[in-house]
């Protein structure tokens, strides 16, 4: 079984409580409080070096992780030694990246709007490639780099036109997704790169589907359309483009209905494309984020109040929600949980856990059975390691928890929970309003 095809990370081991790397997540939660989240090193590492196995026959292929998933400088370190590169998308990202020690021609920006001063930086630190998605920032990318004397490498991003079935906020493969350029539209900037952008360097093609993909069809179906977009671009301009980034989207398993496929069958559909197509691409790109990062995550809430609507349902409110975890409400996500502290107990109650933040969708799980809960009972939530913590707001004014690294029964904090003086922190009271005793 691949890592992405379980709920929770491997080392979760049922004690007297719930362990993780081989610390009580009891303990944890009182140690550094809740909400917490959990990254365990043994899962990450343990996926990386899966996606490296399976695709062990291509000489010249380049794992990216796609930092949006999850981008603090530990994760980062930890990317970096598994071997990974950066698939980064703002200036935040790239210079956590580039303050973490990464080399930065590992690194690659990409993103439908990237702006001038981000464009800088990006050429400032010696980044390995833009991707570039749109006529405008070909034309404001090459500008830039003229006068700074120098020569971008670029991936075009296409939209290749698969559907894969996954929530329509995540698919970005589509004909008309924001991303990237239509097919019919790379005659065009080819044309416009070799004729007038003297200071891009044109080194291949860019696609990513779409995010918790199921399907290892979808990735054949892109491959194949990008190894003929790519014979056809040498058959008509001579041009010979070395590299192909599928991007990401493997999909994990967030409750026994995800059946997302191993990374051996994602790698096993790319090479049967690339087989059929009999295509020699020197280097492919391969950017998973969610995949990489979200099973060695956890989040700890504490149970706090309760409500049972009289004939309705019974709901237990933690003391985090949607500002820890935005995916419930923003894509109807489901997860699974359990109770730290009472394993053993039968799940006699079917609940909802209810988050602590003033909208009425802020409902982290609809209905899951759980055992009788008390105010102080530590909830684990499964499978939130991508796509929470940098998703995460301060909506209320709440602080973002602490998150904490665990391996061999020991844990360190790699993100310190927000104090009460960092909320106001950026605010500023102008000298009018200002009260003077
Ligand atoms: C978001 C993104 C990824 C990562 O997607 P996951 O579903 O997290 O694997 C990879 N490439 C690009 C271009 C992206 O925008």
């Known amino acids: 079984m691949s890592i992405n095809q379980s709920i929770k990370p491997i080392t979760t081991e049922e004690k007297e409580n719930l362990t993780i790397g081989g610390c009580d997540l009891a303990e944890l939660a009182q140690k550094y409080g809740t909400p917490l989240y959990v990254i365990d090193e043994a899962t990450l590492r343990g996926i990386c070096r899966e996606y490296k196995a399976a695709f062990k026959d291509y000489d010249n292929i380049r794992m990216m992780y796609a930092s949006k998933a999850l981008c603090t400088s530990a994760i980062i370190r930890i990317l970096d030694e598994e071997g990974f590169g950066f698939d980064t998308v703002s200036a935040g990202e790239i210079y956590t990246v580039y303050k973490s020690g990464v080399n930065m021609s590992k690194v690659l920006f990409n993103g439908n709007n990237k702006t001038a001063r981000e464009i800088e930086l990006a050429l400032d630190y010696k980044i390995g490639r833009f991707s570039v998605d749109n006529f405008y920032e070909a034309e404001i990318l090459n500008g830039i780099a003229e006068k700074k004397g120098l020569q971008a490498e670029i991936l075009l991003r296409v939209t290749p036109g698969i559907e894969c079935h996954t929530h329509d906020y995540i698919q970005t493969g589509q004909i008309d997704s924001k991303f990237g350029f239509d097919l019919s539209q790379l005659d065009e900037i080819i044309e416009l790169i070799t004729s007038r952008y003297k200071n891009l360097t044109l080194k291949g093609v860019h696609a990513h589907i779409g995010s918790q993909i199921f399907e290892p069809k979808s990735y054949y179906d892109e491959v194949e359309i990008l190894v003929k977009e790519i014979a056809r671009i040498k058959q008509k301009y001579g041009i010979d483009l070395k590299e192909m980034n599928i991007g990401g989207g493997l999909g994990v398993k967030y409750t026994d209905s995800d059946t997302p496929p191993s990374i051996k069958t994602l790698a096993d559909a790319v090479t049967e494309a690339m087989h059929k197509y009999a295509a020699e691409i020197p280097v492919i790109y391969i950017e998973p984020g969610r995949s990489i990062i979200s099973t060695a995550g956890v989040t700890l809430y504490t149970a706090g109040s309760s409500k049972q609507v009289p004939g309705g349902r019974k709901y237990i409110a933690v003391d985090g929600g949607m500002a820890d975890n935005p995916r419930p409400s923003m894509y109807q996500a489901e997860y699974t949980a359990e109770v730290v502290n009472k394993l053993n107990y039968t799940k006699t109650e079917r609940i909802t856990i209810a988050g602590r933040y003033c909208e009425s969708g802020d409902i982290l799980i609809n209905e899951i ?48 929970r927000e104090t009460l003086d960092n909320l106001i922190s950026f605010d500023n009271i102008p000298d009018r309003l200002k009260k003077y005793d």
């Open 369 to 416: 059975d759980l055992p009788e809960i008390e105010p102080g009972d530590i909830i684990c939530v499964y499978n939130t390691g991508a796509y929470n913590y940098s998703m995460a707001s301060n909506y209320n004014r709440v602080e973002k928890p602490a998150m904490v690294l665990v391996n061999n029964s020991h844990s360190d904090i790699i993100v310190y």
